[in-house]
């Protein structure tokens, strides 16, 4: 009985091997990603700079990672992962812990999706919620992390994610929702745009914004319990009352 048990584990475990070999080997190039170069909207200036129309199916402007600022980075991990700098391309401790929640629940009710594990998603997978799928995100997120800086990864996937309103990244997105550029943005209304990404619809402030507050609220205390800002910060952002374009 004892043979048959090691046998059979030695089995699975060299089934699993072979499975991880062969998936690894059929994974996307990620290379591409270093030029990442989207179709950009047209868009029709005034001479003043003043924009009279835009025209595509997209919203999106490409922004570096520098000139994104630091608060709105801040209330992206803050909500999303807030040790990407400290874990690998995955982190087992989160992923174990939105197993378990999903044990208690019934049911799917956490992902424990690193930043980097996101960006495989947006930019190589569906969001069908199947086990092959997350096995190969975990998979390409490895790559990734293999290939790209942190940094990177971050300004890959905050140029890309999908915000609602057409919009795609946070530059299209502080456009569409507050009518300003990314530098214009304050505090509170950088939590309302990090709360987007995890269903933009159901966070979108025009259409939810009882939805959308309470997780602005929920992000911005987040922000302060990881010492991003500070209890006057918090209070300011709080009572800030957000003007939407």
């Known amino acids: 009985m004892l043979g048959a048990v090691l046998g059979a584990a030695i089995g699975a475990s060299l089934g699993g091997a072979y499975l991880l070999h062969t998936l690894w080997q059929q994974l996307p190039s990620v290379n591409h990603l270093a030029d990442h170069d989207p179709k950009l909207p047209l868009r029709i200036y005034a001479r003043d700079g003043t924009l009279?129309?835009?025209?595509?199916?997209?919203?999106?402007?490409?922004?570096?990672?520098?000139?994104?600022?630091?608060?709105?980075?801040?209330?992206?991990?803050?909500?999303?992962?807030?040790?990407?700098?400290?874990?690998?391309?995955?982190?087992?401790?989160?992923?174990?812990?939105?197993?378990?929640?999903?044990?208690?629940?019934?049911?799917?009710?956490?992902?424990?999706?690193?930043?980097?594990?996101?960006?495989a998603r947006v930019f190589f997978l569906s969001r069908e919620k199947t086990y092959a799928r997350k096995l190969t995100e975990v998979l390409l997120a490895y790559r990734l992390e293999s290939v790209y800086s942190k940094d990177k990864l971050l300004e890959l996937y905050m140029n890309q994610v999908y915000l609602g309103e057409r919009a795609y990244g946070f530059a299209a997105a502080a456009s569409v929702y507050f009518d300003k550029t990314l530098d214009q943005i304050t505090v509170a209304e950088a939590a309302m745009l990090a709360g987007l990404p995890k269903a933009?619809?159901?966070?979108?402030?025009?259409?939810?914004?009882?939805?959308a507050t309470q997780r602005q609220r929920h992000i911005l205390e987040r922000m302060h319990a990881l010492g991003h800002l500070d209890a006057r910060q918090l209070q300011d952002a709080l009572a800030e009352t957000l003007r939407l374009r």
């Not at 040790?83 to 992923?95: K, M, T």
């Not at 174990?96 to 019934?106: E, K, P, T, V, W």
């Not at 933009?200 to 939805?211: H, K, T």
Request: without cysteine; proline residues 5%; negative net charge.
């Open 52 to 119: 009279l129309a835009e025209y595509g199916q997209e919203r999106r402007e490409l922004v570096a990672l520098e000139r994104i600022p630091l608060v709105l980075r801040q209330a992206l991990l803050a909500i999303e992962d807030a040790n990407f700098y400290e874990h690998g391309a995955v982190d087992v401790g989160g992923l174990l812990r939105a197993a378990l929640s999903n044990l208690r629940a019934g049911g799917r009710t956490q992902g424990g999706s690193t930043i980097t594990m996101q960006v």
């Open 200 to 211: 933009p619809s159901a966070y979108n402030p025009v259409v939810n914004p009882e939805r």
